[in-house]
């Protein structure tokens, strides 16, 4: 009998000891998870935190791109309505050309109360701190991500108008997600939303925005061509717009016909029922 107990008890040791080593095994890797996520938890840096939380640009590293353009697989250019309502974006493009602000259109929008969607560049958002925050804290305006270096968005460098596209999966990362951090942490909301500079990209590109936790929007009306349209030519695309439209406009160009152009149609598409949205909430496609 005490033979019996002995052989228990050596077997019941060896099955505790057996239970404990994959346990020593995965609390080592803990260990070892613990000690690499303890800086950026204790850092100061937003980027170092972002960083931690978001997705792993490598895995993409092996993905071929077969499409390039601004209306590739999983790009939205409408909103998903029945109803008469057409969102207006205004994009803010910075750089040594586009740091501009369209003091006249920012205005009539207030005035007038036209909800609108913002796509803020970070060149110009360091150009126009102050101004980020005013129009952030309007409930008029929805701000959201155009961008850090406001370049096409490729994972393996294509053109779009001359300008050299991001050129890995990492680049993408960083393009999306330099200005999200910066976003955040001047406003307190993360954007929810992505328009690339120039509005080209990849499918690829796109699939990494929509892994980043932000859906891409372009347009199905080209209100203002790059801010290039005389006023009448912006109020003929805007007056073509249907229910669910998004249009595609210009805040930084002061200069051009957009101010003018969007508050002809505005008044004229008010008259055909039609209301204005931001995208905020909005179902995509
Ligand atoms: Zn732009």
Redesign the pocket.
Known sequence: MRWLIVIALIIGLAACAQKERPEEIVSKEDKVVAEKEIPNKSGESMNEIEENQEIDSSAFEHRKAMQWGENVDGVNTRMVTDEKMIALTF?A?GGPY?NGYDEKLIDFLREEEVPATLFI?ERWILEHEGLLLELASDPLFQIEN?GTA?VPLSVSGQLAWGIEGTASPADVKEEVMGNQVTIKSLTGRAPMLFRS?TAFYDEVAVEMVNELGLEVVNFDILGDAGATYSASQVHQALIEATNGSIALLHMNQPSSGTAEGVRLAVRELREKGYSFVTLEGKALE
């Open positions: 994009d493009c586009g560049n155009h406001h500079g």
